[in-house]
């Protein structure tokens, strides 16, 4: 009797130590790195980025970071993910042309922000191998989650199911891109109109046009 008794007690401790401990403590020293890692990157920039300063402003080992992301530049790629993510929210208003209308516009917007040139120059910077491989993952970890809207006018009928979602976020994406830094343009109302009518023309149903 009183070894269930301990039992029940245990449990019952686990699962008010779960309610007291949200997503655990992994995931706060997640987040607590990534605000961390965003706010001296816009005190310092790219350069100016430390990560003993980072576990030490937390209050946590440096080891302890590099269990989480294996180097310094994925930290970076971890952070812009994550504020991108919260900058740049995917619409859902049941049309793909507003939803690339607003997606256009707010990825416009960050990009052409302080942070968003903080950011861009980062994920283009010459790297060595180890660093490419990292910037791969972030350009299709972003690719895919921006083809969920995509993905979601295929399942409304919008677009033809054969259409890769990433393919057309690639194009899409990478325009604004070329635009910014090949060109040196300002990603303005007249391009971003023109790059709409160009990709919904392109694979949008005819009876959505």
């Known amino acids: 009797m009183e070894s269930a008794y301990r039992e029940s007690s245990t449990e019952t401790n686990h699962r008010d130590g779960a309610r007291r401990r949200p997503g655990g403590r992994s995931t706060r020293i997640r ?12 005190e310092r920039g790219l350069e100016g980025l430390n990560v003993a300063e980072i576990a030490a402003t937390i209050g946590i080992p440096e080891s ?5 992301w294996r180097s310094r530049e994925e930290l970076v790629v971890a952070t812009a993910l994550a504020h991108m993510d919260e900058t740049i929210q995917l619409p859902d208003t049941g049309s793909l042309r507003s939803d690339i209308q607003i997606f256009l516009q707010d990825s416009a917007s960050f990009l052409q922000s302080t942070e968003g040139q903080l950011f861009t120059r980062s994920m283009f910077a010459t790297m060595n191998r180890t ?14 989650h921006t083809g969920l809207l995509i993905q979601r006018a295929i399942e409304r009928g919008e677009v033809a199911p054969e259409t890769d979602p990433n393919v057309i976020m690639t194009a899409l994406i990478g325009a604004l891109y070329v635009r910014l830094l090949v060109l040196d343009a300002p990603l303005d109302a ?5 790059l709409e009518l160009m990709l919904l023309d392109g694979i949008l149903q005819k009876r959505h046009l």
């Open 31 to 42: 987040t607590a790195v990534l605000q961390a890692t965003m706010s001296m990157l816009r």
């Open 64 to 68: 302890t970071i590099y269990r989480h």
């Open 190 to 194: 007249a391009f971003l109109r023109q």
């Open 131 to 144: 660093e490419s491989q990292v910037r791969q993952e972030y350009w299709m970890s972003r690719f895919s």
